[in-house]
């Protein structure tokens, strides 16, 4: 199962780079192997079993004793937060993928091709048992984001891409460093092996958190983010944020903290005092912001940091939040961004000065658009306000003053969700705003509406999912 979900999207991308056909049918099969990619990862959401650990695994040998260090194994397997970064994975590349479509984005075969590679990528890492192969995965998901950003990206695509390389690549090679000294030192390559150690090393630990925090990002590690959400695409900006960021967040959660769990305590306090002050300052810049992408995009650097704090609280109310807020902020980020590439197809733009009043006399973009917003201020009852509190209850069993400061930070949420809103949607209409301006199309709610419905089943179930989570 596992192997199937890392190498259909894969040859997918090869069939659709290589064959010389026509746009509909390169996106048809670009299309129908998301939509196969997200079945199988349903199929293994219902048989999953909560009580069996690592399952859908597979382990050969791939390069006996590698540098005369180990062998390095395709040792790759699902568990309950590896399942669900999976699933993310699914339902963000099948809606990038649609939305793609719809806006039409030009050289449609190498788009697609790269959409589908980095959604091998990305599988390959939330499944990845041993430490070469996931710094594999790692690796390959930045060359098509680095081609999809400098090549379809905006005016300022260059200077965008080459921050967001610079950072990945500084953290990348620490990673690099710090696996091949940790296989020096514990002849495997194998995370279980290598936890099961139980090592105590401030370098490594925070060689692998830099790599893994700059992708998140954790301030003040986010200098790429606004260039990059700015500059790419609506649907790779979404998955950056939706997905990508998630990656970051998993490797603290599947390999720092799990190798180094004592070097993790001992420096906790730095890590949730600088997320608590990227979560009041992501919140405020987010507030700020004059246009629409701008909003969601430090919005979700606020968010990301309050996800590292219930990763540092070290307790296990705050992974649970974490993991469910990472699910939860995905879908809703994915469609937020996505939201706003459909404003800027009808209008030409996500400034607000320009815009407003995109809910007059279009009912269902303005009940699509206020849903989005419901949940990324976590009203009571949402999916997303399960996730925070859970957040919350293990930054105060962490320490009373960090959890204050969190829920004070977290309230901030409802300013910039609602003026987002309001300046998109509400008021007189905007210059931009033309009176024969449409309502969302059928096919735009197929894009906007799986990810809301995504949000209404977590909603209406949240602690099973919790439960599955572990």
Not at 77 to 89: K, P, Q, W, Y
Not at 214 to 233: C, D, I, N, Q
Not at 349 to 364: C, E, M, Q, V, Y
Request: glycine fraction near 10%; hydrophobic fraction near 60%.
């Amino acid at each position: 199962m596992t192997v199937a979900l890392i190498f259909l999207p894969l040859a997918a991308a090869v069939l659709v780079g290589m064959l010389p056909l026509e746009r509909r049918a390169t996106e048809g099969i670009a299309l129908l192997a998301a939509m196969v990619e997200l079945a199988l990862g349903l199929v293994a959401l219902i048989r999953f079993d909560i009580h069996a650990g690592v399952q859908f695994a597979t382990d050969r040998v791939i390069a006996h004793n590698l540098a005369g260090i180990a062998d390095v194994h395709f040792s790759v397997g699902m568990n309950g937060l590896s399942l669900f970064m999976v699933l993310l994975t699914a339902v963000g590349m099948m809606s990038a993928i649609s939305a793609a479509m719809w806006a039409g984005r030009e050289n449609p075969r190498f788009y697609f091709a790269l959409l589908l590679v980095l959604e091998a990528a990305l599988v390959l890492l939330f499944t990845s048992r041993d430490l070469v192969l996931f710094y594999i995965g790692w690796e390959v998901m930045i060359i098509p984001l680095y081609i999809l950003m400098g090549v379809w990206g905006g005016s300022g695509r260059r200077a965008a891409t080459l921050q967001f390389v610079v950072f990945t690549m500084i953290g990348s090679l620490t990673m690099l460093v710090a696996i091949a000294a940790l296989g020096v030192d514990g002849h495997s390559f194998e995370l279980t092996t290598l936890a099961a150690q139980g090592r105590d090393s401030v370098w490594l630990f925070f060689a692998f958190c830099l790599a893994f925090c700059v992708k998140a990002p954790m301030f003040p590690l986010h200098g790429w983010l606004p260039a990059a959400y700015r500059e790419s695409t609506p649907e790779v900006t979404g998955l950056l944020s939706g997905v990508v960021s998630k990656a970051g967040a998993y490797g603290l959660l599947a390999f720092a903290i799990p190798l180094f769990p004592a070097t993790a305590h001992d420096w906790r306090w730095l890590f949730l005092g600088l997320a608590l002050v990227g979560l009041v300052y992501g919140s405020l810049v987010a507030f700020r912001q004059p246009t629409a992408r701008g909003v969601v995009s430090f919005s979700s650097l606020a968010q990301m940091n309050l996800i590292i704090i219930g990763i540092f609280a070290l307790n296990s109310d705050g992974r649970t939040g974490a993991i469910f807020q990472m699910v939860n902020h995905g879908v809703v980020s994915l469609a937020a961004f996505l939201l706003v590439g459909l404003v800027e197809l009808r209008c030409g733009t996500d400034s607000f000065a320009r815009l407003k009043g995109l809910a007059n006399s279009r009912p269902i973009l303005s009940t699509v658009l206020l849903m989005a917003a419901l949940w990324t201020l976590a009203v009571p009852g949402s999916s997303a306000f399960v996730s925070e509190l859970y957040v919350l209850i293990g930054a105060f069993r962490q320490n009373a003053w960090l959890g204050s400061v969190a829920a004070i930070a977290i309230v901030l949420a409802a300013m910039y969700a609602l003026r987002w809103l309001a300046g998109i949607a509400y008021e007189q209409d905007g210059e931009a705003v033309a009176k024969d301006t449409p309502d969302l199309r059928i096919g735009e709610l197929g894009i906007a509406v799986p990810l809301l419905l995504i949000l209404l089943v977590m909603t209406a179930w949240p602690f099973g999912i919790m439960e599955r989570i572990g």
